[in-house]
Structures are given as structure tokens and as C-alpha cells.
T-cell receptor
Framework: GQSLEQPSEVTAVEGAIVQINCTYQTSGFYGLSWYQQHDGGAPTFLSYNALDGLEETGRFSSFLSRSDSYGYLLLQELQMKDSASYFCAVLGNAGNMLTFGGGTRLMVKP | DVKVTQSSRYLVKRTGEKVFLECVQDMDHENMFWYRQDPGLGLRLIYFSYDVKMKEKGDIPEGYSVSREKKERFSLILESASTNQTSMYLC????????????FGPGTRLTVL
């Protein structure tokens, strides 16, 4: 089976940097994805890591360590609009199914 | 832009009713997925389909069935709704199974009384 763990809530102030961690256990691993979901909205894709290392996309970066079964999403220069839930998801099994973590609710305060 | 639409935003049904949730995508994607989302549990995969008339069970298929008669349309069916199926239902599509990016619809909040 597959399981993912991430913190349920994180609070940070505007302009700060925040890191959301994700650890996973999976049978078969193809990559780790991150999705953002605002309240009342649909999840939207942020990033995908198939190989170890850091991937940067603007203010957001995502890191993967396959040997540690661990990844994180790094958000820099936080803005109020970054307040949302963030989900890590493992592409596992035969590379055909995403399994999601429980989500981390990020609250950005002024 | 990929657009995934779902037939209803909110739905209230009674225990024992048959419920149909419909999802349509407009980008000719091969794969479509149905998830349910509950607080603290994230998104859990119910069923997915990688081609017309093809379906695969996800992590929680019990109590659900699906239908994919046309490439753009994927239906989730609750044969006899129960209160524990009260949830947010999200449909998604992706270009291919190995494609890590899924595009989600706005969701249907189903309440079973």
C-alpha cells in the first residue's frame, strides 16, 4: 500500500519562507507531485519531482530525496494569496495512480 | 486551457437513492479519475479510466461504479447512496497515465440524508 504524511497546519507571516514536508511509504515509486487547493476551489498542479534534487518554479521549489522517501515544498516571499491547502501526492503502483497525503493547510498572516 | 466540468456543484440525496455524477473534459485526455475528498484524509481515488469502456478500481471503490461510454465523459454512480458517502467528489483528467499532471473539476458536494 501507499501512505503519505504531511503536517496538518502551518502558519507563517507575509514575506517569510515556509517549508512543507512530506514523507511517504509506497510500493513502486515514479515521482512526487504537489498540488495547491484554495478553499472552495479545485486542486491545481504545482510541481513534480521524479529525480533527487531541487526543482524551482518562481517562488515555489520542490525537493525530493528518494533514498529518504522524503520531499518538501518550499514557498518563498509568502503572499496572502498563498493561503491554501497543499497536498503531496505519489505517483506509484504501475505509474498510473496518484495517492495523496492528507494536506497541509497554510495560513499566511500579515 | 483544459477544462473539466462537473454536472452539479451541490447535490442533496436521500439514503437508498441512485446518484449519478457526471464529468466532462474538453482536451481529448485519455485518462479520467474520480476522487472523494474528506477533511484530513486528502483525496482518495475511487476509480479511474484509461480508455473508453475501460475502468480500474482505485483505493476505495466499494459502493461505487463508473461508466465511460465516450472519451470526454466519465460518470460516477452510487447505486444506493448511504450517509457515509456524503463527501466532496472531484473529477480529474490527464493526457496519459504516465503524465503526472492531473486537471481537476470544481467538485460536487454531495450530501446524503
Amino acid at each position: 500500500g501507499q501512505s503519505l504524511e504531511q503536517p496538518s497546519e502551518v502558519t507563517a507571516v507575509e514575506g517569510a519562507i515556509v517549508q512543507i514536508n512530506c514523507t511517504y511509504q509506497t510500493s513502486g515509486f515514479y515521482g512526487l507531485s504537489w498540488y495547491q487547493q484554495h478553499d472552495g476551489g479545485a486542486p491545481t498542479f504545482l510541481s513534480y519531482n521524479a529525480l533527487d534534487g531541487l526543482e524551482e518554479t518562481g517562488r515555489f521549489s520542490s525537493f525530493l530525496s528518494r533514498s529518504d522517501s522524503y520531499g518538501y515544498l518550499l514557498l518563498q516571499e509568502l503572499q496572502m494569496k498563498d493561503s491554501a491547502s497543499y497536498f503531496c501526492a505519489v505517483l506509484g503502483n504501475a505509474g498510473n495512480m496518484l495517492t495523496f497525503g492528507g494536506g497541509t493547510r497554510l495560513m499566511v498572516k500579515p | 486551457d483544459v477544462k473539466v466540468t462537473q454536472s452539479s456543484r451541490y447535490l442533496v440525496k436521500r439514503t437508498g437513492e441512485k446518484v449519478f455524477l457526471e464529468c466532462v473534459q474538453d482536451m481529448d485526455h485519455e485518462n479520467m479519475f474520480w476522487y472523494r475528498q474528506d477533511p484530513g484524509l486528502g483525496l482518495r481515488l475511487i476509480y479511474f479510466s484509461y480508455d473508453v469502456k475501460m475502468k480500474e478500481k482505485g483505493d476505495i471503490p466499494e459502493g461505487y461504479s463508473v461508466s465511460r461510454e465516450k472519451k470526454e465523459r466519465f460518470s460516477l454512480i452510487l447505486e444506493s447512496a448511504s450517509t457515509n458517502q456524503t463527501s466532496m467528489y472531484l473529477c480529474a483528467s490527464s493526457l496519459s497515465l504516465a503524465d503526472n499532471e492531473q486537471f481537476f473539476g470544481p467538485g460536487t458536494r454531495l450530501t446524503v440524508l
